[in-house]
């Protein structure tokens, strides 16, 4: 390389930045007009920061497709949250609908029986299966001619249906025993109902 070329290439960058005084700068541009290989040089250099200045705003748009990706995720999840939440808050509605809607009872929906087990009497009322029963319930002492206690009433009123999730065949009975031995000698059970008054006793 001629020392000419070389110190055109040591202050071509500077040449190119405009950097110069007029002097170098006609100096530059006169060797490039006739050397092909520090004009070679000059071009790659030239090529070389268009790259380096077209790179800036590609970057800027990477930066903005990411974030623009970022919040397009982020709508997408707060949608898949959303609707999440929606799907939880009807389920459970849905539950809540379903096991807070009550029925009214009837003579239908129950049975009375009783049963002498192990030294007891007892009353059973069993229930549809799959729904629960509530009531209120009061027990009294039945007084015979010589207002001696010979017996237990038990009166349930307001009687109603839940649904539950319990979808077994059968219910599960309630009973309610009284020791045979004991003070009361029998029991008796009165259901309220709406329309209906049912009446069990162990004495019969
Ligand atoms: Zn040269």
New binding site residues.
Partial sequence: ??K??SI??DVLPLYFENMVSEDTAAFVKE??E??P???A?FESLKSGRQIDQAETPQRKFDANVITAFKKKIAKKILKIVAVVCLVFAVLLSALLLYTGISYPVTKDNISLSTKTDNGYHYIILETKAGKSLYFNSKTEDILNDQNEVCGQKITLYNLQYHNNFNFTKNAKPMSWGIPLNGERQYMEMIIDLENDTLRISTAE
């Fill in positions: 390389m001629k000419e070329c055109v290439r060797h490039l006739s050397c290989d520090c004009a040089e």
